[in-house]
């Protein structure tokens, strides 16, 4: 068992798009998909059981992520700041869970969910395939980001709006200028503002730097669109 969670893992290493993967994006998928259609079921108090029981798998995943870095000798300023997004959106989301706090589902539903899907279909894994700790807590991790704001929209009615959609991108650009401070600061690379990661990435598609920062803002823009096509009939979906 404790080949599972060693730094230097002698597994089969991940492959992008391997079956592996592919079985992972599809558990994800699945796994939401139950956790709504059944949660449409349950009372009020039963569906709060449920809220709290996500935050917790994140808050605990959240936790084991960063004891495995610290246990390992891999925890460092440079990379295991929650200043990535996804990294932020995992307490936002418990916050959210716990509070049923409106704005932050609003950041959570258009932001989180698309700064969640990056990873997943390029996750960086390194040479850690499945069912290696680093992976599995990644997909976790990712996917249940994506499931908190899906229940609070799917389960607990909530509405996104398409005015917030221009407030998120402003603070979102906000907090893009302040990571890059940080960035030059302590010779860190959060959000990949200085550089593109060194693993492929959607960010490989959208051209060199930092042109590739302005190609993300129009993705960015286009999949609120998506994200809030749903709503524009006035249906809850």
């Known amino acids: 068992m404790s080949q599972y969670f060693a730094v230097d893992y ?48 994140l808050m605990f995943n959240e936790i084991s ?42 950041f959570a539903y258009f932001l989180g969910i698309s700064a969640a ?31 908190a704001a899906v229940f609070m929209a799917a389960v607990e009615g909530y509405r996104p709006r398409v005015a917030s959609i221009w407030r998120i991108i402003i603070w979102g650009n906000i907090y893009l200028l302040v990571v890059t401070g940080i960035n030059l600061l302590i010779s860190s690379n959060y959000l990949y503002t200085l550089h593109k990661p060194h693993v492929p ?9 930092p042109w590739y920062l302005l190609s993300a803002e129009g993705v960015a823009l286009a999949l609120c669109g998506l994200l809030y096509l749903p709503y524009l009939s006035g249906n809850r979906k």
């Open 117 to 147: 899907i990056q990873p997943l279909l390029t996750p960086d894994a390194g040479t850690y395939g499945f069912p290696h700790f680093y992976p599995v807590q990644l997909f976790i991790s990712h996917g249940s980001i994506i499931a």
């Open 201 to 209: 990435t959607l960010l490989d598609y959208l051209g060199p730097w």
């Open 65 to 106: 992520y960063h004891i495995w870095n610290i246990v390992n000798d891999r925890w460092s300023l440079q990379w295991n700041l929650p200043l990535h997004l996804c990294s932020i959106f995992v307490w936002l989301s418990v916050y959210m869970l716990l509070t049923k706090n409106h704005a932050i589902f609003e």
């Open 10 to 57: 002698v597994g089969a290493p991940f492959v992008l798009f391997g079956i592996a993967h592919l079985t992972a994006l599809g558990a994800v998928a699945i796994s939401i998909i139950l956790l709504v259609c059944l949660s449409k079921q349950l009372n009020e108090n039963q569906r709060q059981s449920v809220r709290y029981g996500l935050a917790i798998v």
